[in-house]
């Protein structure tokens, strides 16, 4: 490192706001002390050499400048036009300098301080070595021994809320962690002005499975049982489309009051928000739901996944298929609308405050476990190392705060669990193939170009002709660049091509091409901007496209239309499929 041309200095803060550090192995200081404190225990750097390095307006570097800066001392050879490939990994954050969490509409402070106690001691985590494998259920089959278990075990969490409020493993302070994690409480270690957000992206799947994985192992904990496992939410098995009938049993300290009260069992999940009436209408939407997200729109490893997040860059830079679509959908179903913020599930900085949280996140975790599993031509794992190595804190069953990363939770195998096997209905479930050729001419009557229509506010079913990129049936991705929201909003439009009839309460057909969804959360602007890319390969065997060189997309605005602006619309070839 000497012979770089630039030196740093590092500048600790004003040692007279710092937390002390505690004699004690754990402590756990109420957090509301610290929430005033909030950004002003960051280290400060500075350097000098050369304008890549010039620090930001609040005093500080910006790492990607200055690693663009190291880039330069090996000559123009080194030099790729991907700033990413200079970024690293996101750092878990520094939990003394969590600040305020604040509301998704008004950007005002919650009622809530979600930031966790501080602790000085962090180990880095390392998986104890399986010695029998912990199978989670699904929910609709558990024993009756097992369910008192489980209601034990989230009846003792819900003590300690009472007993130790800053116990780490009480109810609130693990229902907090999710508040933390993504309403803005955690900035990004060294970038004081962007936020730690672990939803819209890349870390949703890792950071959601480790979140469990030690939910799980407290809650073992508290009943003395080290074999405790979570169940999951069958969501995506008919048998298991409704909220399970253990969590609405209103005697149960599993029960929640603040759930949307129509849908209580026997209501049939939407997942695809088609509106449907009709219930057998409801579970074929949801199984081809199903196939659309896991499969037939996939076409890269990200677009199942989520899109980059590395130290430095934005966040929610875009989910993956999964996350914004069975998964956005439960959490919305589920929350009470009769909440200002649709608490509780349909809200992260309260969703972890209802236990139908953790079950339906495990059913989350065991899709991207099947995923892995499928034969497709889509690579499965992430390999950029700035996916490994991102890490997250969180402290563990005895209370001792640990550092863990994404590389170590790829397979559950190896953190001791697997999931029951039930069927997977979705498996195949392929939309009937169109009879006859799509009429492109009849469709395409009222249907505008793209040019004539972008960027386009989706207030009402918007007809737009698209060129392909090839003639016929081609290996071709739709893009749909530049969405614009705004994050306070729920939103949620779908995708058709060379539909006829516009019934938008029928998925199971061919010309289902996919779906975008956003939940509700914060931002310094209230502004989210993504891109997303649906797979048409197959869809085009359904509908034959013959020779057609044009199709007609229809986009159906299923809530907040008004509050969402598509910059672009257009058809490449399927780009590389890992990235
Ligand atoms: Cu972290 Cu399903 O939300």
């Not at 710092?18 to 402590?27: A, E, I, N, V």
């Not at 493993?169 to 004081?192: L, P, S, T």
């Not at 539909?499 to 914060?522: C, I, M, R, S, W």
Request: charge should be neutral; proline fraction near 7%; include cysteine.
């Amino acid at each position: 490192m000497a012979s770089l041309q630039y030196s740093c200095t590092v500048v600790a803060p004003n040692p007279g706001h710092r937390t002390p550090p505690s004699s004690k192995p754990f402590s756990a200081k109420p957090s509301y002390f610290l929430t005033h404190a909030r950004r002003s225990h960051r280290f400060q750097v500075s350097c000098n050499g050369g304008a890549s390095q010039k620090p930001t307006e609040d005093g500080q570097v910006d790492r990607r400048n200055m690693l663009l800066g190291l880039s330069g001392l090996y000559g123009a050879a080194n030099l790729v036009s991907d700033p990413q490939a200079y970024a690293a990994p996101i750092e878990a954050p520094e939990f003394k300098s969590c600040g305020e969490a604040r509301d998704v509409a008004t950007g005002d402070l919650l009622d809530v301080n979600c930031c966790p106690p501080v602790s000085d001691k962090i180990i880095d985590y390392k998986l104890p070595p399986v010695t029998k494998m912990r199978i989670r259920p699904a929910a609709q089959r558990v024993t009756k021994e097992y369910l008192a278990k489980f209601e034990e075990a989230i009846r003792l969490m819900k003590k300690l809320d009472k007993d130790d409020p800053t116990d780490p493993r009480g109810f609130m302070q693990q229902a907090n962690i999710h508040c933390a994690y993504c309403n803005g409480a955690h900035d990004q270690v060294g970038y004081k002005n962007l936020d730690i957000q672990v939803h819209n992206s890349w870390l949703f799947f890792p950071f959601h499975r480790w979140y469990l994985y030690f939910y799980e192992r407290i809650l073992g904990k508290l009943i003395d049982d080290p074999t405790f496992v979570l169940p999951f939410w069958n969501w995506d098995n008919p048998k298991g489309m409704q909220m399970p009938k253990i969590f609405d049993n209103t005697e149960s300290p599993l029960y929640n009051a603040n759930r949307n009260q129509d849908n209580r069992p026997p209501a049939i999940i939407d997942l695809g928000f088609s509106g449907a009436s009709d219930d057998l209408q409801k579970v074929v939407n949801n199984l081809t739901v199903m196939y659309s997200e896991m499969i037939r729109s996939v076409n890269s490893t990200l677009d199942f996944m989520g899109q980059p997040y590395k130290a430095g860059s934005a966040p929610s830079p875009g989910m993956g298929s999964s996350e914004r679509g069975s998964h956005v959908a439960a959490h919305v179903w589920v929350g009470n609308p009769k909440n200002k913020y649709r608490e509780d599930m349909g809200n992260f900085y309260s969703a972890g405050r209802d236990t139908l949280f953790y079950c339906h996140h495990a059913n989350v975790d065991r899709m991207w476990s099947i995923w892995r599993t499928l034969k497709t031509d889509v690579p499965k794992d992430i390999t950029d190392s700035d996916y490994l190595n991102a890490s997250f804190l969180f402290y563990d069953e005895n209370k001792q705060l640990v550092r863990v990363k994404v590389a170590d939770c790829l397979d559950h195998r190896r953190m001791g669990y697997d999931f029951e096997r039930v069927d997977i209905p979705w498996l195949n479930y392929k939309p009937p193939r169109k009879a006859a050729k799509a009429k492109v001419k009849k469709i395409a009557s009222g249907a505008q170009k793209p040019e004539d229509l972008f960027p386009l506010n989706l207030k009402k079913i918007t007809r737009v002709l698209v060129p392909k990129s090839a003639k016929g049936k081609a290996d071709e991705v739709l893009v749909l660049e530049n969405i614009e929201t705004d994050t306070t909003k729920f939103i949620k439009f779908d995708v058709f091509v060379n539909d006829e009839d516009d019934n938008a309460e029928e998925l199971d057909k061919a010309e289902y091409a996919g779906t975008f969804a956003q939940v509700p959360h914060k931002t310094k602007d209230k502004k989210g901007k993504s891109t997303i890319s649906l797979r048409l390969t197959e869809l085009y065997d359904d509908i034959d496209v013959a020779d057609d060189d044009t199709i007609v997309v229809t986009l159906i605005p299923r809530s907040g239309g008004d509050d969402v602006t598509i910059g672009g619309i257009k058809i490449i070839p399927s780009p590389p499929r890992s990235g």
